[in-house]
């Protein structure tokens, strides 16, 4: 029964997780060891909502991972149908080449996809954002009739020096505090001074 000791991987990868010992007593269907394949990874990123309609399947990404050097070039396969609830995001997954095997499982990767998109955004200072118990980022609102401010929930987008895009909760033209937020609630009187 010497041949039924020996384990063979059903493709070449590389191994990722041992789960037993040397001497260590297993029966059938227990697994031993947890093997990839990483000659092809996919790559996950979200995109905001306001951007989902420049991005499409077989579209080509920029990819870049610290550890790995110069810009790796992937497409589109996957893209999320539901937007996740505290973001207002997509899921996109794309496919990339790995020839050295040099990316693995859990690093991280900056994703640059090219639009056709010269529409404005909406971007407030970086210190209006405000991040609550569950993350979820909020913005508070001044109400020029009744002079008072409310909280808004939006979702933030890229960053550019000090400010902050804003995808998904504000309006244009609308009034933003950006001091001495931190002690106001959702309806705090507020006095509006003109500049």
């Known amino acids: 029964k010497l041949s039924e ?3 063979y991987s059903p493709f070449s990868g590389v191994l990722l997780k041992k789960l ?6 297993t029966g059938t269907g227990i697994p031993l060891f947890v093997i990839s394949d990483i000659s092809k990874v996919k790559v996950s990123a979200f995109i905001p909502e306001n951007e989902l309609h420049n991005i499409k ?3 080509e990404a920029l990819i870049r991972v610290p550890s790995v050097e110069g810009a790796m070039t992937g497409r589109i396969t996957e893209i999320g149908s539901a937007a996740d609830i ?5 899921s996109v997954r794309m496919d990339l080449d790995n020839p050295g095997l040099l990316i693995r499982p859990g690093m991280i990767a900056e994703i640059t ?3 056709d ?6 971007a407030v200072p970086a210190q209006a954002v405000m991040h609550d118990y569950s993350n979820l980022s909020y913005v508070y609102v001044a109400d020029t009739v009744n002079n008072k401010a409310f909280r808004r ?6 960053i550019f020096d000090d400010l902050v895009e804003i995808t998904a909760g504000l309006n244009a033209n609308e009034l933003v505090v950006t001091a001495g937020q931190q002690k106001l609630i959702d ?7 003109k500049q």
């Open 57 to 59: 399947i077989g579209q």
């Open 113 to 115: 996809l090219s639009t």
């Open 20 to 25: 037993c010992e040397t001497g260590e007593i």
């Open 86 to 90: 505290a973001s207002r995001s997509f």
């Open 117 to 122: 998109n010269g529409e404005e955004l909406i």
């Open 187 to 193: 309806g705090s009187p507020v006095i509006i001074a």
């Open 153 to 158: 929930n939006i979702s933030p987008g890229r």
């Open 5 to 7: 000791t020996k384990l």
